[in-house]
């Protein structure tokens, strides 16, 4: 993999050819990749393996490596006493709307604070910057209470969807990602489409998003693991059982649970991101890597 | 800085050269009202949300400290919510905790993730496997892998996924989450696994940036190894690193989960109460939202503070 010869990193290629330089990039090599493996991929070994061993088996010493007698019913009880169908699918919703959400009103911020500017853009984007630097936790019980009584409108938001979909668009991490991006695309592009009368709605459809691919990608795992991973927020605007997450439902059943059912069902939780992540891998990598336009 | 060993780094190659091309500058007012109003018509659906759920609640956390609601009926109460959560007696140690747990978290967390990444942009093959590896663990729901660690991993028997590897190595073992003194370094260790990956990817993507003639010429000066990387890799990625050990301790002093599922919260003695816990327990638990929205305006303030030191600070290396 990564044969991109092209570039010179730290050490030259030439020195990690020849003798010496060749025997300890291989052997670091080698030790890097069985470590990482062992560090990296032993926990969801022992974690996907754990939940398939009865009670006993789990509780011994030395542990086993593999389990003896596979119980498959941990996983099936997880999936039938939590009802993780449930908590899966809303998980996705909860994924898939704040993604939409994202990518439409970020990149439109993004791209107006890039490319537009309007009168006070800088403004704008210096107040949305500076909600980095407020902690989440400290905002959590006055958005709890916001949530709940929505000023002006005066409508509550407790087990809708919105309260997870229209916050998450608040995000001044990917507004910057995508400014910056933006910010790298030629402004000779844009007088080009401007002198052919397009509209800039036409310009960012057209030439703008095409070519921001892999930020999109990038912005995109972003939103939805941010939304997976949440735990504390979507425990408190989505009280109902009904309307949990799926960490939050395990979370709730966590303590009445035998430990290996919780861990079937952790393993479950964790298939679907771990699938989508295989899959999109090359998206974001090659997003986060490529960076800019020119290469 | 020995930045004088490598000719031409001031040029700053990332930046693109040219200025914002000479725009329309005959237009008339209608014309650059509309294009105005056209600009804020792509940003009104942010500011928005930004203006609901985080400058809003910003103000509101800040009034709402100060007042107290009891059955409905809202009144002004001074620093009567900060006198009672300071009173709290778990409020000086969930401080200690918090700020050990930051420290903690900055060595491990931070420092590491940049040594994997420079280590990982010289890797000619399996890159891409690494890094697959790498931000694995980002992808499980964090309920998911501290269950992991709590049930598996932190068993204080003999059967514990950590203790048996102690044991085999012929070392002490540990009653992990049972001692006050290991539950600190147990969090970090999880929190810093299933987090370190984001930061590794990022760190490469800059790493990847910096022109291959900066390491060329400082090689040719006679520069090793660890010069490169202190006057070539450390200063071409100065900024990200700033900005992640910025991020990063935002996020670290928030802690939460951690607490919550490894330790039920606070902990052996009060080991593991952090500060957002205790904003949590008074919030949600104790009823108490006003003393709980104080708490969360004392956390604003230590972090703006050590900010403007970080910021004080970092400026003056230069």
């Keep these: 993999m990564a044969q991109d010869s092209g570039t010179r990193t730290l050490i030259s290629h030439a020195q990690l050819r020849r003798g010496r330089g060749r025997v300890v990039y291989w052997t670091l090599l080698a030790v890097v990749v069985v470590g990482f493996t062992l560090v990296f991929l032993g926990p969801l070994y022992w974690m996907v393996t754990g939940a398939l061993k009865s009670g006993q088996e789990i509780a011994q010493t030395p542990p086993s490596l593999f389990p003896k007698d596979p119980q498959l019913q941990n996983y099936a009880d997880a999936w039938n006493n939590l009802d993780l169908a449930k908590l899966l699918f809303n998980t996705f919703y909860y ?51 916001t949530v709940i009584d929505l000023p002006i409108l005066h409508i509550n938001l407790l087990d809708s ?7 998450a668009v608040a995000n001044a991490f990917n507004i910057f990602l995508l400014k910056r991006f933006f910010d790298s695309i030629p ?10 009368g397009a509209t800039p709605l036409r310009t960012l459809w057209s030439i703008i998003l095409p070519m921001s691919r892999p930020i999109l990608g990038v912005v995109s795992i972003f939103a939805v693991t941010a939304v997976w991973k949440d735990f504390l927020w979507p425990k408190l605007v989505m ?51 490529t960076g800019s336009l020119k290469g | ?24 500058q005959r237009t008339s007012l209608g014309r650059k009202v509309r294009d105005n109003l056209t600009g804020h018509a792509f940003l009104i659906g942010a500011v928005i949300c930004f203006g609901f759920f985080s400058w809003y609640p910003m103000i509101r956390g800040v009034v709402m400290s100060f007042q107290r609601t009891r059955r409905g009926v809202t009144t002004w109460v001074g620093w009567d919510n ?76 003999d059967a514990g996924l950590f203790n048996s590897i102690l044991k085999a190595l012929h070392l002490p073992t540990s009653q992990w989450m049972q001692s006050p003194e290991m539950t ?38 006679g ?52 500060v957002a816990y205790l904003i949590y327990q008074h919030g949600f638990f104790q009823n108490d939202l006003n003393g709980a929205a104080a708490l969360g305006v004392i956390m604003l303030v230590v972090l703006a503070g050590f900010s403007a030191v970080y910021v004080r600070l970092s400026s003056k290396q230069d």
């Design chain 1, 161 to 167: 969807p919105l309260a997870i979909w229209l916050p």
């Design chain 1, 95 to 145: 994924a898939a709307g704040a993604l939409l959400f994202q990518l439409v009103l970020d990149t439109a911020a993004a791209y107006a604070l890039s490319k537009l500017r309007p009168a006070f853009g800088n403004l704008i984007l210096g107040l949305m910057l500076a909600t980095l630097m407020i902690p989440a936790m400290v905002l959590i019980v006055p958005q709890y209470v």
């Design chain 2, 1 to 24: 800085m020995a930045i004088t060993t490598v000719p031409g780094t001031r040029r700053e190659p990332g930046r693109p050269a040219s200025p914002y091309p000479a725009g329309p």
């Design chain 1, 187 to 196: 402004e000779e592009l844009m007088a080009a489409a401007l002198m052919d």
């Design chain 2, 82 to 157: 900060y006198d009672r959560i300071i009173g709290d007696p778990s409020f000086w140690a969930a401080w200690k905790n918090t700020f050990y747990f930051t420290v903690l978290a900055l060595v491990l967390g931070y420092a590491v993730p940049f040594f994997v990444a420079i280590l990982l942009n010289e890797f000619r093959h399996a890159q891409g496997y690494l890094r697959i590896l790498v931000y694995l663990p980002v992808m499980l729901p964090p309920a998911s892998a501290l269950f992991l660690f709590k049930f598996y991993g932190y068993d204080p028997s």
């Design chain 2, 184 to 221: 600190m370094p147990a969090m970090v260790i999880a929190s810093t696994w299933m987090n370190m990956g984001g930061a590794v990817l990022i760190y490469l993507a800059a790493l990847q940036n910096i022109p291959g003639e900066l390491y060329e010429a400082a090689e040719l000066d």
């Design chain 2, 223 to 274: 520069a090793g190894i660890w010069r490169r990387i202190r006057n070539v890799t450390i200063p071409q990625t100065r900024l990200i690193l700033a900005l992640l050990a910025m991020l990063q301790i935002v996020a670290t002093m928030q802690f939460f989960i951690e607490p919550l599922i490894l330790a039920n919260g606070t902990g052996a003695e009060d080991s593991a109460t952090s």
């Design chain 1, 239 to 289: 009280p109902s059982p009904e309307t949990r997450t799926v960490s939050v439902g395990i979370y709730a059943f966590s303590g009445g649970t035998p430990m290996n059912v919780v861990i079937a069902a952790s393993v479950i939780a964790a298939i679907p991101t771990v699938i989508v992540f295989l899959i999109f891998q090359r998206n974001i990598m090659s997003g986060l890597t």
